[in-house]
T-cell receptor, first 115, second 113 residues
Framework: DTEVTQTPKHLVMGMTNKKSLKCEQHMGHRAMYWYKQKAKKPPELMFVYSYEKLSINESVPSRFSPECPNSSLLNLHLHALQPEDSALYLC??????????????FGPGTRLTVT | DAKTTQPPSMDCAEGRAANLPCNHS???????VYWYRQIHSQGPQYIIHGLKNNETNEMASLIITEDRKSSTLILPHATLRDTAVYYCIVRVPWKGTASKLTFGTGTRLQVTL
């Protein structure tokens, strides 16, 4: 199974709402990632988890709160978002071990609209 | 981080080879070249990577120049399903135990009949 799944596929939320994005993989990968992609732009890294610990935070605003409850799951909690946060949110995972980085597998993304 | 430069767009006739160039003149010795593609409204898909030798897999071939300052991704027989944005990425050295990929603007490949 080489699949990364993301739910929901689409999400519309108001600026005062609290919502969560979910990502799951069963490939035994110990590194998981959140990316944000605006229309017609390349993906931009937000967070990296390695062995369930946050290893990279690319200066993301605190209204985005990642969580890695176990090695297969990655959540992104959203609170008090702005309309400019509307984007495609991509999750990825990779098998990182022994000082080597392996290719990242991406999910299909959650298309978020903030109204 | 090494930067990459790619042409913004290319066309290719179906059945012909698509050759996508990438310039990475500031690449350092321990950085790999990765290629990913993103078909419209989908997540990026890994294609191939290499350090200094040419590489081939079932999807594509990667040719890296001897000085490692540029590379070419070759899709030997392009099909309409290969229409996508192709990203050439140079891997940032380790931070912690997970690596970081920085996407550039990519090349939009349009395969036509």
């Amino acid at each position: 199974d080489t699949e990364v799944t993301q739910t929901p596929k689409h999400l519309v939320m108001g600026m005062t709402n609290k919502k969560s994005l979910k990502c799951e993989q069963h490939m035994g990968h110990r590194a998981m990632y959140w990316y944000k992609q605006k229309a017609k732009k390349p993906p931009e890294l937000m967070f990296v988890y390695s062995y369930e610990k946050l290893s990279i935070n690319e200066s993301v605003p605190s209204r985005f709160s990642p969580e890695c409850p176990n090695s297969s799951l990655l959540n992104l909690h959203l609170h008090a978002l702005q309309p400019e946060d509307s984007a495609l949110y991509l999750c990825a995972s990779s098998q990182d071990r022994g000082g080597r980085s392996y290719e990242q597998y991406f999910g299909p993304g959650t298309r978020l609209t903030v109204t | 981080d090494a930067k990459t430069t790619q042409p913004p767009s290319m066309d290719c006739a179906e059945g012909r080879a698509a050759n996508l160039p990438c310039n990475h003149s500031t690449i350092s010795g321990n950085e790999y070249v990765y290629w990913y593609r993103q078909i419209h409204s989908q997540g990026p898909q890994y294609i191939i990577h290499g350090l200094k030798n040419n590489e081939t897999n079932e999807m594509a071939s990667l040719i890296i120049t001897e000085d490692r300052k540029s590379s070419t991704l070759i899709l030997p027989h392009a099909t309409l399903r290969d229409t996508a944005v192709y990203y050439c990425i140079v891997r940032v050295p380790w931070k912690g135990t997970a690596s970081k990929l920085t996407f550039g603007t990519g090349t939009r490949l349009q395969v036509t009949l």
